[in-house]
């Protein structure tokens, strides 16, 4: 396994990979990067990124069936290994605590309030 830090991009896709479940695959990553976060990766960055989950043990793929509708070529789907959870909580856990340990910071509701 590579070292296990995760650098934001993969973090954000191994969040999507985890919001899409069943349904996580290139284009389908792509995609939701792009609704959630106004982001619109190369599919080679999308690629390198989820290549280098695969090393650090984050996430497994597997092929799915091929289909008449790409042209007999199979997906790729993936998923979160117990490790990748292990490694988004982790990050979560650090944003939080460094998030509150922000003096005049307070979150309400979903945004971001700076209080003075």
Do not use: C
Request: proline letters at 2%; zero cysteines; charged letters at 25%.
């Amino acid at each position: 396994m590579k070292g296990t830090y995760l650098g934001e991009f993969e973090e954000l896709v191994l969040l999507v990979i985890g919001v899409l479940n069943e349904n996580a695959y290139s284009i389908s990553i792509k995609e939701e990067l792009k609704e959630r976060t106004g982001r619109n990766p190369s599919i080679g960055a999308l690629h390198s990124a989820l290549n280098r989950l695969s090393e650090k043990g984050f996430i497994n793929s597997k092929e799915g069936g091929a289909t008449k509708a790409r042209g007999g070529r199979r997906k790729r789907f993936y998923t979160i290994t117990s490790a990748g959870r292990a490694a988004a909580r982790e990050a979560h856990d650090l944003r939080t605590g460094l998030y509150q340990a922000m003096p005049g910071f307070s979150f309400r509701g979903l945004s971001l309030v700076w209080m003075s």
